[in-house]
Protein backbone atom coordinates (compact mmCIF):
# COMPACT_ATOMS: atom_id res chain seq x y z
CA UNK A 1 0.00 0.00 0.00
CA UNK A 2 1.00 3.66 -0.90
CA UNK A 3 0.56 5.88 2.78
CA UNK A 4 0.39 8.76 0.28
CA UNK A 5 -2.54 7.43 -1.97
CA UNK A 6 -4.44 5.31 1.29
CA UNK A 7 -7.16 7.15 2.64
CA UNK A 8 -9.18 5.32 5.63
CA UNK A 9 -12.46 6.44 7.23
CA UNK A 10 -13.54 5.88 10.56
CA UNK A 11 -17.30 5.07 11.10
CA UNK A 12 -18.03 5.27 15.02
CA UNK A 13 -21.12 4.01 16.70
CA UNK A 14 -22.18 6.41 19.10
CA UNK A 15 -20.69 5.04 22.28
CA UNK A 16 -17.05 5.11 20.27
CA UNK A 17 -17.61 8.22 19.17
CA UNK A 18 -14.91 10.40 20.81
CA UNK A 19 -12.69 7.24 20.24
CA UNK A 20 -9.76 8.17 17.26
CA UNK A 21 -7.70 4.88 16.29
CA UNK A 22 -4.60 5.58 14.38
CA UNK A 23 -3.60 3.28 11.15
CA UNK A 24 0.12 2.87 10.51
CA UNK A 25 0.91 2.04 7.28
CA UNK A 26 4.48 1.60 6.70
CA UNK A 27 5.87 3.03 9.70
CA UNK A 28 3.65 6.15 8.74
CA UNK A 29 0.59 7.09 10.96
CA UNK A 30 -2.40 7.70 9.08
CA UNK A 31 -5.34 10.25 10.08
CA UNK A 32 -8.68 8.83 9.32
CA UNK A 33 -11.02 11.64 6.74
CA UNK A 34 -14.18 12.99 6.85
CA UNK A 35 -15.02 11.59 3.53
CA UNK A 36 -13.32 8.92 0.99
CA UNK A 37 -14.66 7.46 -2.78
CA UNK A 38 -15.29 4.35 -2.73
CA UNK A 39 -16.63 2.70 -6.38
CA UNK A 40 -17.19 6.48 -7.07
CA UNK A 41 -19.52 6.40 -4.28
CA UNK A 42 -18.52 9.60 -1.98
CA UNK A 43 -18.60 7.87 2.00
CA UNK A 44 -18.49 10.40 4.94
CA UNK A 45 -17.82 9.55 8.59
CA UNK A 46 -21.82 9.71 8.92
CA UNK A 47 -23.40 7.34 6.20
CA UNK A 48 -25.37 11.08 5.52
CA UNK A 49 -24.52 10.42 1.97
CA UNK A 50 -25.25 14.16 1.11
CA UNK A 51 -22.01 15.01 -0.17
CA UNK A 52 -22.37 11.77 -2.66
CA UNK A 53 -26.05 13.12 -3.42
CA UNK A 54 -25.02 16.82 -3.91
CA UNK A 55 -22.50 15.50 -6.17
CA UNK A 56 -24.44 13.57 -8.36
CA UNK A 57 -27.44 15.97 -8.92
CA UNK A 58 -24.45 18.28 -9.79
CA UNK A 59 -23.30 16.29 -12.31
CA UNK A 60 -26.82 15.63 -13.79
CA UNK A 61 -27.64 19.26 -13.55
CA UNK A 62 -24.44 19.86 -15.91
CA UNK A 63 -25.61 16.74 -17.96
CA UNK A 64 -29.34 18.30 -18.20
CA UNK A 65 -27.52 21.31 -19.36
CA UNK A 66 -25.67 19.68 -22.49
CA UNK A 67 -28.37 18.13 -23.61
CA UNK A 68 -31.08 20.88 -23.67
CA UNK A 69 -28.61 22.39 -25.97
CA UNK A 70 -28.32 19.61 -27.83
CA UNK A 71 -32.34 19.35 -28.17
CA UNK A 72 -32.89 20.94 -31.37
CA UNK A 73 -30.38 18.49 -33.45
CA UNK A 74 -32.50 14.99 -32.10
CA UNK A 75 -35.64 13.70 -32.56
CA UNK A 76 -37.35 12.34 -29.50
CA UNK A 77 -35.60 8.91 -29.47
CA UNK A 78 -32.43 9.58 -29.60
CA UNK A 79 -33.07 12.72 -26.87
CA UNK A 80 -34.90 9.89 -24.67
CA UNK A 81 -31.52 7.70 -24.78
CA UNK A 82 -28.88 10.26 -24.56
CA UNK A 83 -30.86 11.34 -21.46
CA UNK A 84 -30.53 7.53 -20.50
CA UNK A 85 -27.12 7.15 -21.13
CA UNK A 86 -25.76 10.62 -19.42
CA UNK A 87 -28.63 11.26 -16.59
CA UNK A 88 -30.61 8.34 -15.26
CA UNK A 89 -27.33 5.84 -15.64
CA UNK A 90 -26.34 8.45 -12.79
CA UNK A 91 -29.28 8.27 -10.54
CA UNK A 92 -29.18 4.10 -11.16
CA UNK A 93 -25.25 3.98 -10.18
CA UNK A 94 -25.60 2.41 -6.70
CA UNK A 95 -29.34 3.47 -5.65
CA UNK A 96 -29.75 0.70 -3.46
CA UNK A 97 -27.70 3.10 -1.16
CA UNK A 98 -30.60 5.72 -1.33
CA UNK A 99 -33.38 3.46 0.51
CA UNK A 100 -34.13 4.69 3.57
CA UNK A 101 -32.75 8.16 3.30
CA UNK A 102 -34.84 11.37 4.32
CA UNK A 103 -36.30 13.17 1.86
CA UNK A 104 -34.78 16.00 2.20
CA UNK A 105 -31.26 14.15 1.09
CA UNK A 106 -33.29 12.46 -2.12
CA UNK A 107 -35.02 15.70 -3.19
CA UNK A 108 -31.77 17.16 -5.39
CA UNK A 109 -32.03 13.67 -6.97
CA UNK A 110 -35.69 14.40 -7.51
CA UNK A 111 -35.41 17.76 -9.05
CA UNK A 112 -32.71 16.15 -11.39
CA UNK A 113 -34.85 13.47 -12.81
CA UNK A 114 -38.12 15.62 -13.23
CA UNK A 115 -35.51 18.55 -14.83
CA UNK A 116 -34.43 15.42 -17.46
CA UNK A 117 -38.27 14.71 -17.96
CA UNK A 118 -39.22 18.00 -19.17
CA UNK A 119 -36.50 17.98 -21.36
CA UNK A 120 -37.00 14.88 -22.95
CA UNK A 121 -40.75 15.93 -23.50
CA UNK A 122 -39.75 19.66 -24.52
CA UNK A 123 -41.82 20.98 -21.36
CA UNK A 124 -40.75 24.76 -20.17
CA UNK A 125 -38.20 24.26 -16.99
CA UNK A 126 -40.89 25.22 -14.45
CA UNK A 127 -43.69 23.04 -16.03
CA UNK A 128 -45.11 20.35 -13.92
CA UNK A 129 -43.71 16.95 -13.96
CA UNK A 130 -46.70 14.91 -12.36
CA UNK A 131 -50.07 15.38 -14.33
Not at 92 to 100: E, I, V
Request: hydrophobic share 40%.
Amino acid sequence: LNPSKTEWLWLPSSQYSQLTPSLAIGGESLAPTERARNLGVLLDSRLSFEDHLTAVAGRMFYQIRLIRQMRPFLDRDALRTVTHALVTSRLDYCNALYMGLPLRCTRKLQLAQNAAARVVVGAPWRARVTP
